[in-house]
């Protein structure tokens, strides 16, 4: 048993907050923000560079992911608000986020990631997604984005009629609306802690299982990198996909709101599997 | 002071196993709903095992909850 008692005595490495590593001006970078930076860079590079060299007919490999992830969103957005023309005019955002998120998911389980590298006792990198500050982001530009496309689709008055729908000289519409409002924060937090904490305990419990391994780490440590590989490209899957039911929701007019979520969200699913 | 009853000793660890014991409570009954459910509608109608995808998505909606408890046990002192 002194294993056991060695674990509750150093433990392993556990970070949930980002740390930070250096200052610019009187901006702090942390080790979370270096990441993001570098996975925007790289993504960047990688998709302006598929772009350049589609074809009807794609050679390398790269391409053809870079075409099948963005096909899948493009597929997610028709099935959800009704047409091509509308998937394809909202597509650039959703493929972005889904890369950038699928991508900085998996690049985070390399193991330069972590405590290889530390600058002042800190780990020099830490995935974005695995910092709260960066998945909060994330989740406000696309609420935000969601408001703006809903209110530039139907105009801010009949936006504000989804929220506050029904008779307004009835005090409980008020009341009704209030409560949607109150929704939508809801949602940004749930979005942004849905993702932070799925990649930030996935990091967590491959450390756990690391430390316990000891010498035997690589095998104890195998099975959990190979769970957090699908849960990367699920998460990411999953916050594109409840995003997409957001904007549905806000671009659809409809009078009442009664299990409009879930009836959307497996309306899309199910839709998207016939497609398939 | 009179106490009905006192802790002394590493408090904390209890704190903590009573948290993630009673919290792990709920998502378990979620997770094992929609497992029921699932295994219900494959009896039912074997077709139905290719929204095995979806269930998925299900489960991450209520695996947040668990999630939550699970990084509280590291957050709180």
Redesign the interface.
């Known amino acids: 048993m002194n294993w056991l008692i060695a674990a509750t005595e150093t433990g392993p490495p556990v970070h949930i907050t980002p740390s930070p590593l250096f200052e610019i001006g009187s901006w702090q970078i942390t080790n979370s923000v270096l990441y993001g930076w570098i996975v925007g860079l790289i993504l960047i590079v990688a998709l302006v560079s598929a772009a350049f060299r589609s074809r009807v007919h794609p050679k390398s490999g790269f391409v053809q992911i870079v075409e099948a992830g963005t096909e899948f969103i493009v597929d997610l957005l028709k099935n959800s608000l009704g047409s091509r023309a509308k998937a394809i005019k909202y597509a650039p955002y959703f493929a972005a986020i889904f890369f950038f998120i699928a991508l900085s998911n998996l690049l985070g389980l390399l193991p330069v990631i972590g405590e290889s590298f530390t600058v002042g006792g800190n780990p020099a990198f830490r995935p974005f997604t695995a910092d709260l500050n960066g998945t909060l982001a994330a989740s406000l530009v696309s609420l935000a984005l969601v408001q703006y496309f809903a209110i530039r689709e139907s105009g801010p008055v009949r936006h504000l009629r989804h929220y506050f729908a029904g008779n307004l000289k009835n005090p409980l519409t008020y009341v009704a609306g209030i409560y949607e409002l109150f929704g939508e924060i809801v949602r940004l937090f749930s979005l942004a802690l849905r993702l932070f904490l799925n990649i930030a305990i996935g990091e967590i419990i491959i450390s756990v299982f690391a430390y316990l391994g000891k010498f035997a780490a690589p095998i104890t440590a195998l099975p959990f990198l190979g769970l957090e590989v699908g849960v990367a490209v699920l998460q990411a899957y999953i916050f594109v996909m409840l995003t997409v039911t957001y904007l549905s929701l806000a671009i659809k007019h409809s009078d009442n709101s009664d299990h409009e979520f879930e009836d959307t969200l497996v309306h899309t699913m199910h839709s998207q599997k016939v497609a398939k | 002071m009179w106490y009905l009853a006192e802790l002394t000793g590493n408090v904390e660890v209890i704190g903590k196993g009573l948290m993630l014991g009673a919290g792990m409570i709920g998502p378990g009954i979620g997770v094992g709903l929609i497992g029921n459910a699932f295994m219900n509608a494959v009896g039912r109608n074997p077709e139905s095992a290719?929204?095995l995808?979806?269930i998925?998505?299900f489960v991450?909606?209520v695996?947040?909850m668990a999630?939550?408890v699970?990084?509280s046990l590291?957050?709180i002192k």
């Open positions: 290719k929204f995808g979806q998925l998505v991450a909606i695996e947040l999630l939550l699970f990084a590291f957050i």
